[in-house]
């Protein structure tokens, strides 16, 4: 099943593309594999999949140790300054970094293991209340504090887009994420890049395409639901 789910989810992100006239190349599909087993990430390794989203970090710890090298794995949620050590290091990117506070703690233990971190800064677009992220009109500041720190590299912006029956609503969403993002390469700001955005998921990654995105964060529609009863 998960074959056939990459497949589709493969074939819908090139049709999007061809909508919005972009090549498919620009799209990196990250498989999000939080509370899901071994086996089924074993699958889809099998299937040539290689980059994969957690957003617990000691599931990502232990799921990165026990898997191959060669893995991306992409941290995605929210990140405690005390469960930092078990992702620097491990992540190939860290999508949440929304407070300096955390910022601070990534470049301690990045210069501790002496590594760079890439990451992106999580606006919460929408302004909801129940979201992490910083909002957009403090985004550029945190920006602009956070490049001054060595051992970390700003790739781009993330968004978690609120949960809407119809994708379509998230349209204007992307499109200020997507805003926001060529405001801020527009500063030219040294060690940061602005080249990443990393927006859509199950339910709106088509529409987040069409607005830009380059990565979109796929779960439900690769694994299945999710049974957060059995932890
Ligand atoms: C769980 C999660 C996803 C994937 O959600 P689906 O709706 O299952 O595709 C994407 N991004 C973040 C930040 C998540 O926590």
Redesign the pocket.
């Known amino acids: 099943m998960i074959r056939e789910n990459l497949l589709k989810v493969e074939e819908n992100i090139k049709a999007a593309c061809g909508r919005a006239g972009r090549d498919p190349g620009e799209v990196t599909l990250i498989a999000?594999s939080?509370t899901k087993p071994m086996e089924m990430i074993e699958e889809a390794l099998a299937c040539g999949k290689r980059e994969f989203?957690e957003?617990k970090a000691q599931e990502m710890k232990e799921k990165c140790d026990a898997l191959p090298d060669d893995i991306k794995w992409h941290f995605?949620?929210h990140l405690q300054t005390n469960k930092v050590k078990y992702v620097v290091g491990r992540a190939f990117l860290i999508?949440?970094v929304d407070s300096y506070h955390l910022a601070e703690a990534i470049e301690a233990e990045s210069a501790k293991k002496d590594v760079v971190s890439h990451i992106l800064i999580e606006v919460n677009v929408a302004n909801e209340e129940s979201k992490f992220g910083i909002k957009v009109d403090e985004t550029l500041a945190l920006v602009e504090k956070i490049a001054l720190l060595p051992h970390i590299r700003i790739e781009g912006l993330m968004t978690?887009a609120p949960f809407v029956e119809n994708a379509q609503m998230n349209r204007p969403v992307f499109r200020d994420l997507r805003k926001l993002s060529v405001d801020i390469k527009g500063k030219n700001i040294d060690n940061v890049s602005m080249n990443v955005l990393s927006m859509g998921?199950?339910?709106d990654y088509e529409v987040a395409i069409e607005e830009g995105a380059t990565y979109v964060?796929?779960?439900?529609?690769i694994f299945g639901e999710?049974d957060y009863g059995k932890l």
Request: glycine residues 16%.
């Open positions: 999000v939080k989203g957003n995605i949620g999508h949440s978690i998921m199950t339910n964060r796929v779960g439900t529609a999710r």
